[in-house]
């Protein structure tokens, strides 16, 4: 099954920039949709950014459009999500998904003020 593990989480301060890294693996030799989904604490879960696997996007939620940015790596099945300008309100736990389906744990984002 398709394996998934994100990195780059942390705390900064508003205005700051973080780069969240995606992983994929046991995807096997074909082409899969990669998306970021976010869970701020109390509320439910928001798609952040999309490729599919067409390679059609990114497109992005109305809430970190020019902000944040995602892209492919070099590395098969790898993704980034390159977040700028961050604000308090992007405080989150981030979730890299595979293949609309496979999770990663999530690593947490803390946007101070």
């Known amino acids: 099954q398709v394996q998934v593990t994100e990195s780059g989480g942390g705390k900064v301060q508003a205005g700051e920039s973080l780069r969240l890294s995606c992983a994929a693996s046991?995807?096997?030799?074909?082409?899969?949709?990669m998306a970021w989904f976010r869970q701020a604490p109390g509320k439910g879960l928001e798609k952040v950014a999309q490729i599919s696997r067409n390679g059609e996007g990114p497109v992005y939620a109305d809430s970190v459009k020019g902000r944040f940015i995602m892209s492919r790596g070099d590395a098969e099945n790898t993704v980034y999500l390159q977040m700028n300008s961050l604000k308090p309100e992007d405080t989150a736990v981030y979730y890299c998904?595979?293949?609309?389906?496979?999770w990663g744990r999530g690593t947490q984002v803390t946007v101070s003020s």
């Open positions: 998904v595979a293949d609309e389906s496979a």
């Open positions: 046991n995807v096997g030799f074909r082409s899969i949709a």
